[in-house]
Nanobody, 121 residues
């Protein structure tokens, strides 16, 4: 019923920047919390940044000062601007969203398929 599609990943050199996007589609009534997670090979999935429906934000310590999460509620979209990228930022980045569908009020969690970010020289 709801699909999340990430875009904007790719190969970038250390110190470079990327802007990730997440587009939600389907029978969406309301989108509540949204977040970016990432998972590197052999490691657990971790929270990168989170943004509420009211635009409150929080970031992983490793991302503070060099990333900005934002959302556009009129477009059902979320973004992550990442600057000063480091090799340790290399991972698959996933879009996460809590969504109510159609005319219902039940909130369900949805995940995107992920987009690869590789930081390397």
């Amino acid at each position: 019923q709801v699909q999340l599609v990430e875009s904007g990943g790719g190969l970038v050199q250390p110190g470079g920047s990327l802007r990730l996007s997440c587009a939600a589609s389907g029978r969406i009534s309301s989108i509540y919390d949204m977040a970016w997670y990432r998972q590197a090979p052999g490691k657990q999935r971790e929270l990168v940044a989170r943004i509420t429906r009211g635009f409150s934000t929080n970031y992983a310590d490793s991302m503070k000062g060099r990333s900005t999460i934002s959302r556009d509620n009129t477009k059902n979209a979320m973004y992550l601007q990442m600057n000063s990228l480091k090799p340790e930022d290399t991972a698959v980045y996933y879009c996460y969203s809590d969504v109510s569908v159609g005319l219902g009020s039940t909130v369900r969690t949805y995940w995107g398929q992920g987009t690869q970010v590789t930081v390397s020289s």
